[in-house]
């Protein structure tokens, strides 16, 4: 309905009309708050799953864990090595989805706070680069270590 026909309606009708487009607005109003808390539950969640490693490493007893991994390391074991797999899989996933979930949340926001919230994330994304460096060295100096012990 074009605005000159509405403005040609009985008093009476451009009021229910106006009532019609706010029942209407209202109607599709908590959708998007769903999306919204959708979006905030799926960073929270990533969020959670990137701090999983680091919960479990603060339970661990620092000296054993000092002890075992260079020994671990120089020894080549299958199961090392599948646990360091396994580990940079897992980081390298966490901290796409830690990325994915804050691109997620911050497209329909404001400019400044977009940018908060991605300068809340960079440390950790940071943090997780550097270990998967830290990572990627490791594994590959264990694969040298399995497959050429003589270089040893």
């Not at 864990?65 to 390298?92: I, K, M, Q, T």
């Not at 691109?103 to 943090?127: F, G």
Request: proline letters at 5%; glycine letters at 6%; hydrophobic letters at 55%.
């Amino acid at each position: 309905m074009s605005r000159q026909s509405i403005d040609a309606t009985i008093p009476q009708e451009r009021s229910l009309y106006a009532g019609l487009q706010i029942g209407i607005a209202r109607r599709y109003a908590p959708v998007h708050g769903f999306a919204f808390d959708r979006g905030i539950l799926w960073f929270f969640l990533a969020a959670v799953i990137w701090t999983v490693p680091i919960v479990a490493l603060a339970c661990t007893d620092t000296r054993a864990l000092l002890v075992y991994l260079p020994n671990a390391l120089l020894r080549g074991d299958a199961l090392f090595l599948l646990g360091l797999g396994g580990s940079l899989v897992y980081l390298l996933a966490s901290t796409w989805l830690l990325a994915a979930a804050t691109n997620r949340l911050t497209p329909s926001r404001s400019r400044l706070l977009r940018s908060a919230l991605q300068l809340a994330v960079a440390p950790a994304i940071l943090a997780s680069l550097i270990t998967i460096v830290g990572l990627i060295f490791t594994l590959s100096f264990a694969m040298i270590a399995r497959c050429f012990p003589a270089l040893l």
